[in-house]
């Protein structure tokens, strides 16, 4: 009996141990992780000088909301704001709708080489922006969408468009017929099944999606630059350069204007996270 309470307890102690371990490597790695941001925001509080001396006790001792007021009342920044959200609005209305309708088709229509010109369309996710840019740009030249916000919408969604098709062509896989086709002997059009059946099942797909291109498109750096050069259209990855002076950089005014870009992600991964991690499973 004592040979098997001292086995109980020597499992239930590891058990314990392994625990504690776990939790402690967790949290190692979480505040590993979160030291860019909190210096982010550290240096978004911060005076200049202090901020460039290194010395942390001078830096907690310069916290000032100087930095902010810079950037929200001495400059374009909610210029460059409004741009951000109109082009990351534009991008994610654009490929979710997009998505969704050739996630659709490439599912229930049935065509040789389906599969193929689904992989096919995944293949486009592996050019990088900085590759496609000059091309793009000579196109968008002759097109007369360079300085638009429009072209720039159009140039952001080919980023997480393909992705974004792939997604909705999985999840619309888990959507099965026999639901759609009820529809259908009810006398419903297949507008009616994409509306009312496939379109409710597919919905945390289209979250996923949504979030994906928002996050593409507020991050995006390569093609605002190429296609965008007059100051009032920058969005807000492109505007923080412009406290870069010649060869004097701003850094708290810079840290500040990126504590600003990283809140809205933040915000959205947080709320939707769940519909992020359906999106991921259904692409595994």
Known sequence: ?????????S?????RIKSI?????????????????????IGAFSGLEALLSG????????????PIRQV???????TYYRNSLVVAAGVVVFTVVASTLAGYGLTRV??????????????GYMFPPLLLSLPMYQIWRELGLLNSLFGLVIAEASVPLPFGIWTMWLFFQTVPLDYEESVW???????????????????PGMIAVGIFAFQSAWNNYTYPKVLISEDALRPLTTGITQYAVQNYVFWNQVMAIAFTIVIPAFLMVYFLQK???EGYKATA
Do not use: C, E
Not at 115 to 121: E, S
């Open 1 to 9: 009996m004592t040979q098997i309470v001292g086995t109980y307890l």
């Open 11 to 15: 499992y239930g102690q590891a058990a």
């Open 21 to 41: 371990s776990y939790q402690i490597v967790v949290w190692a790695t979480l505040l590993t992780l979160m030291v860019p941001i909190i210096w982010l925001v």
């Open 55 to 66: 010395n942390i006790s001078r830096i907690f001792s310069s916290i000032t909301l100087d």
């Open 72 to 78: 929200f009342f001495a400059s374009n920044f909610f």
């Open 110 to 123: 049935q065509f040789r080489g389906k599969k193929w010109l689904a992989r096919l369309i995944l293949f």
């Open 185 to 203: 002997m009810a006398g419903g059009s297949r507008w009616h099944s994409f509306k009312d059946v496939a379109l409710p099942q597919a919905a």
């Open 275 to 277: 519909y992020l991690l």
